[in-house]
């Protein structure tokens, strides 16, 4: 053997030079091999072979080489990548699958599988230093307790909403109306409290203070106080407070001034009085009214709801009155009176219309009549509306386009009462032997009752026909949008009652001659009722009368399900429930007479 380092010869079989110490490579059989040290490198049984490269050297009593760590992570790694892709394309294509079929995960779970419920924290687990220990007070709120920590280790709190309690229904909320005071009623638990103390003055329906959301209700008072102003009240009724109380006059009208027929001041206090002085929009976010607040005459005024603001946006000689909006809330129309009479009509000046979109006020007409009688809206800028003299009663019934200030005469001569279901566009008038004989207005008709409306007799495409519909004499005719139903009025009451566009009449039982039906909501009973007569009765498909009360004389308030009835008899407010409506259910008894109710 030759040393590869100094070139001596060394005997058979040596490991190490004799005379450099340099160590020799032996082939040994496997059997002999022996364990070889580290390489300068710390790469263990790793030796440089010719081409460069590290390769890998075993032996039997030498463990194998592993293969480096950081290569098994990232094989690990790979693999874990490529199975986390796996499942978020199969979760994420379930709830795609679950979309499309209009479903939740909730649906696909086990029947009886319940969702955890998430328990509230109670408080906030904060380190408070050891000295002093203060105990920490707990404030107890509804459906929750707040516990106060320190401001550097306060921390958010997780807001879990309380569960709304579960009811079939709503709380029945009823307005009873005397002549001092009104009272909020919850009905369902016969409680009350008088949000209040101010008399109702002005004949008007108490329906129409009541705002279409039903969470606001507005009256006048004051005319008959010779202390104070005639005031507008705006009443929240859910918070049970007044959100505006505003004087109608200004100081040119004083409480308490005496006036006759024809004086400014005087007719100006009539208009703020008359039917349709106030009128809130389809939205509930305006209430328009007639005010004299600036001079003595009295004009449109406009209430906003978002921020209590008051505008004045009519100016014209005479006196504002009859407000009606039309249902989109673009336009008000009104009329503007010189003088409103002492019983035989008034003076006229002009019908006119507020356009919001323009913020203007539009002359449509100028009047030579007694009166108007408003009909109705049949679309966002059409109206109907009727004249009144003192010797043909009503004539000139047209249909007035506000936008275009234009009118279509429909019945130029007399005639008695007229009602419209502007859903259906269809009407009816009545003609009496009087209007026939001392009609000085267009052409005199037979009396009777007549139809009118799209599509009744042979009219010219787009306009409104008339037809003769029954022969009979009649004084009033009325509509009542809850079961579209037409009543006819004749020298004894109510007369008939017709359904469906006049289609069907209405048979009327005797025990209810000369009451006003009521439907329910749901149309599967009656309450018959009148403001002029006495007694309530319930009729099931119109038959098997029930009387509840002999003494009640007003209109009666149905619960939002149909089921149950609200009346009153001097103080004391009652239900009566299906099927049977047996009577005398007291809900309330009030200091006070009711007037009305309002729900």
């Known amino acids: 053997m030759i040393c590869p380092k100094c070139g001596q010869n060394l005997a058979e079989g040596s490991r ?4 450099c110490g340099t160590p020799v490579s032996v082939d040994l059989p496997k059997s002999e091999a022996v364990h070889q040290p580290s390489d300068p490198q710390g790469y263990p049984g790793v030796v440089i072979g010719g081409s460069g490269m590290p390769r890998e050297e075993t032996s039997m009593n030498q463990p194998q080489a592993k293969k480096p760590a950081k290569s098994r992570i990232w094989i690990i790694g790979v693999v874990l990548l490529v199975l986390g892709c796996c499942c978020l394309a199969v979760i994420g294509g379930g709830l795609v699958y679950l979309r499309n079929q209009d479903l939740g995960w909730r649906d696909v779970l086990p029947s009886g599988w319940e969702e955890p419920q998430v328990v509230p924290e109670v408080s906030i687990n904060t380190p408070v230093p050891e000295e002093p220990e203060q105990p920490i007070p707990q404030v107890e709120t509804e459906g929750s307790i707040n516990t106060p920590v320190p ?7 997780p807001q879990v909403e309380a569960a709304e309690p579960q009811n079939d229904l709503p709380a029945e909320t009823i307005l009873a109306v005397s002549s001092s005071g009104i009272w909020v009623v919850d009905a369902q638990i016969g409680e009350e409290a008088q949000i209040s103390q101010d008399a109702l003055d ?6 129409d203070g009541l705002s279409h959301d039903k969470k606001f209700f507005a009256y006048i008072t004051g005319f008959d106080d010779t202390s104070v102003n005639p005031m507008l009240v705006v009443l929240d009724i859910e918070n049970q407070t007044a959100i ?7 100081p040119i009208i004083q409480p308490g001034m005496q006036g006759t027929h024809g004086d400014p001041a005087f007719e100006a206090y009539r208009a703020m009085q008359s039917i349709g002085s106030f009128a809130w929009s389809a939205d509930d976010t305006r209430l328009a009214f007639v005010a004299a607040r600036d001079g003595d005459s009295a004009d449109v005024y406009l209430f906003n709801r978002s921020d209590n603001s008051v505008t004045r946006i009519s100016d014209e000689a005479g006196h504002a009155a009859a407000l009606n909006w039309s249902p989109d809330g673009q336009l008000l129309q009104y009329l503007s009176v010189y003088t409103f009479g002492t019983g035989a009509g008034a003076t006229m000046e002009s019908l006119w219309v507020y356009d919001f979109q323009v913020r203007d006020a539009q002359l449509l007409e100028n009047l030579d009549s007694n009166g108007e009688d408003f009909l109705a809206w049949t679309d966002n800028s059409h109206f109907l509306i009727a004249s009144w003299g003192r010797m043909c009663e009503s004539h000139n019934l ?30 009816m008038f009545s003609v009496t032997e009087f209007n026939y004989e001392n009609c000085p207005c267009g052409e005199p008709m037979d009396a009777g009752v007549r139809i009118f409306g799209e599509g009744v007799g042979y009219p010219i495409v787009g306009e409104i026909g008339v037809k003769k519909f029954e022969q009979m004499i009649a004084y009033g005719i009325g509509f009542i949008p809850q079961g579209k139903l037409f009543t006819v009025y004749a ?16 048979d009327i039982l005797p025990e209810v001659k000369g009451l006003t039906p009521n439907p329910s909501p749901t149309g599967e009973y009656w309450a018959w009722a009148s403001r002029i007569g006495t007694g309530l009765w319930i009729t099931e498909d119109n038959s098997n009368p029930v009387e509840v009360s002999p003494l009640f004389n007003g209109i009666p308030l149905w619960s939002q399900d149909g089921q149950t009835i609200y009346y009153f008899e001097n103080n004391r407010l009652f239900s009566a429930s299906a099927p049977q409506f047996s009577p005398g259910t007291l809900v309330v008894e009030l200091s006070e007479d009711i007037l009305g109710l309002v729900k």
């Open 16 to 19: 190490f030079c004799e005379h």
């Open 151 to 157: 401001e550097e280790a306060a921390q958010p709190t």
């Open 202 to 207: 002005a004949p008007w329906d108490l329906n």
């Open 244 to 250: 505006q109380q505003l004087e109608l006059t200004g």
């Open 398 to 427: 047209r249909l007035v386009n506000a936008t275009r200030l234009l009118s279509q005469v429909i019945v130029d001569g007399c005639f008695t009462a007229a009602a419209y279901d502007p859903e259906q566009k269809f009407g």
């Open 491 to 506: 020298d004894e009451g109510l007369q008939a009652i017709y359904s469906d566009n006049g289609k069907y009449s209405v």
